[in-house]
């Protein structure tokens, strides 16, 4: 294994005493797993992708992820420059601004001291649990001594997984604000919720559903609540009992009544939702957290259909690597406070 060196122009020198970060590897050309193909989301499944490959080491996960996150080329955060030329490395160093980026700068991997290989065992481990996993799961899969590491690895991967979902449903939409029975460590809830199902033919399996916990049932919280969940113009199916809502709704959508077959969707949604949360968790749901868990039946619900399974874990990836505005300005908030102390 050589030690190779990052140049000043982001490509890999095997031999000359550049000054740069030092990164040892194999050759980036033996490497010959993955095709990108531009403007695709999943995986080739002609190239009969395996997991054990893009997983071989570390190197092999920061080509993968460097062009998972820039599938057009390198574009630097400070100056927005796009360098398609620069090769595939895990810290990269503008060649206009000259400023350096690392590839989980301002994602969730953000300050993480795993390794990238452990971040996509942990993302695959939870692509292969098609039931779901939980914290201890993890904790005796990836042997890991603490399970408070285990909990917040997950909570981070299921955050991803929202990102990866973020899309809103569209077509036409059941929408619904229901009571959710909860068993806690503590005791039995009923938080609130909203649901929206793309409503299809009867026959048709591949339904996307999103969830949001609400905090009231005023009129603005579910206006709000819609705008998260669905697409603007949309046909929303609304029950009879929420038409005071529907003065709401109007004038981003185009506002119905749903039909019998319709409402069972939306009752048996519910009831699997209930059934996976006490058969995965079992009663140990932190109600501060349900929106989390929520987001990841959402994930796992709107892939259940996805033949290819790595698509699912590259689905998951692109929330893994996708910028994150919340980091990018607590990271900025923490400079300019280093700026006002000095």
Not at 222 to 228: N, P, Y
Request: glycine content about 6%; hydrophobic content about 40%.
């Amino acid at each position: 294994m050589r030690v190779l060196r990052i140049c000043r122009y982001g490509g890999f020198s095997p031999d000359t005493r550049v000054s740069g970060i030092t990164y040892a590897s194999p050759p980036l050309s033996r490497i010959g797993i993955i095709i990108f193909a531009r403007g695709t989301e999943h995986m080739a499944a002609s190239h009969k992708l395996k997991a054990d490959g893009f997983l071989a080491n570390e190197h092999a996960c920061v080509s993968y992820l460097f062009r998972k996150r820039w599938p057009w080329g390198f574009t630097c955060p400070f100056c927005g420059e796009v360098q398609k030329d620069i090769a595939p490395a895990y810290v990269v160093v503008c060649r206009y601004c000259r400023k350096q980026t690392s590839i989980t700068a301002h994602t969730l991997m953000h300050g993480s001291k795993n390794s990238l290989m452990a971040w996509m065992q942990v993302a695959r481990q939870f692509c292969l649990q098609s039931r779901g996993i939980s914290a201890r799961e993890l904790q005796q899969l990836m042997g890991l001594s603490c399970y408070q590491t285990a909990w917040i690895w997950l909570q981070k991967i299921r955050r991803a997984a929202a990102l990866a979902e973020s899309a809103p449903c569209c077509g036409i939409v059941f929408f619904d604000i229901v009571s959710l029975p909860v068993v806690t460590a503590a005791d039995k809830t009923t938080p609130d919720i909203g649901i929206a199902l793309e409503l299809k033919n009867c026959k048709e399996t591949k339904k996307r559903v999103k969830f949001v916990v609400l905090e009231t049932r005023s009129a603005e919280a579910l206006t709000a609540a819609a705008k998260i969940l669905i697409q603007p113009n949309t046909a929303l199916m609304v029950r009879e009992r929420d038409w005071p809502l529907r003065e709401c709704l109007q004038e981003s959508y185009l506002c119905g009544q749903p039909s019998v077959e319709q409402l069972e969707q939306g009752r048996l949604l519910l009831q699997e939702t209930e059934t996976w949360l006490a058969t995965v968790f079992r009663g140990a749901i932190d109600s501060r957290y349900l929106q989390s868990y929520l987001d990841e039946f959402s994930f796992r619900c709107n892939t259940s259909f996805w033949t290819d399974r790595l698509a699912v874990l590259d689905h998951l990836l692109t929330g893994l690597v996708a910028f994150s505005a919340r980091i990018g300005k607590t990271r900025q908030h923490q400079r300019d406070n280093e700026g006002r102390r000095v």
